[in-house]
């Protein structure tokens, strides 16, 4: 049984864009003196980010996985691809213009473009996924310690290797999405939606339907790049607009 697109997917993808697009106003609020909030150390703010992204990059792998079961083919995997690192380079483009002294330079499409590259390579590791992301987990837990021991060495620290994640100084930029410990969500997400599509095979029916106050939801998951890219410019702009009104 070949799945097509699981609404349940997107919608919980449009959940993650809609409660980000909270998340980003309230920022540009405070970042335009509207709103006092600390978004870098305040844990009301640091941990909505850390689950926003967590929903995103599951969404993703489980997005892997139906893409793998359908037998989508290289080509069409580097269509989409390629329209992911186009967008990573125009969100730098614009970040440098924002903000030239904190540019983004390896941020959540940056991240996901490389992620979702190693998610197809290993989508047949099966349940070996699991322990993947566990180890993967496990060595962003370790790395302080390891730095703490002289094992690091500093250039996992400068911009060439800091994507790994690797680090023992957080770089200023104003979105960081390292390998580690993210890769682990997205492995995870793949093999929680590889063991679903079996569960869905074995049944020989087809999983429940969407209810229909989250269809919306489902559909702005479907255009989450596109929304993805035009949230921010919408938002900048009605908050530029009410500023002159």
Known sequence: MKPGRLDTVDALRGAAMVWMTGFHFCFDLSNAGLLQANFYRDPVWTWQRTCILSLFLFCAGAGQAIAVAQGQSWRRFGRRW???VGC????????VLMFPKSFIYFGVLHGMALMLLVAR?????GLWLWPMGALVLGLHFVAPWAWAAGWLDPTFN???LNWIGLISVKPITEDYVPLLP???VVWWGVAS????LRRLAARA???RSLPSGLRPLAFLGRWSLSYYMLHQPVLLAGLWLWGRA
């Open 193 to 196: 939606m590889q063991w679903y």
């Open 182 to 184: 993210w890769m682990a």
């Open 205 to 207: 029916t087809p999983g």
């Open 158 to 160: 400068a911009r060439l």
């Open 121 to 125: 390579l290993t989508a047949g590791c």
């Open 82 to 84: 390629a329209q992911i």
């Open 88 to 95: 990573a380079a125009l969100v730098t483009l614009g970040s």
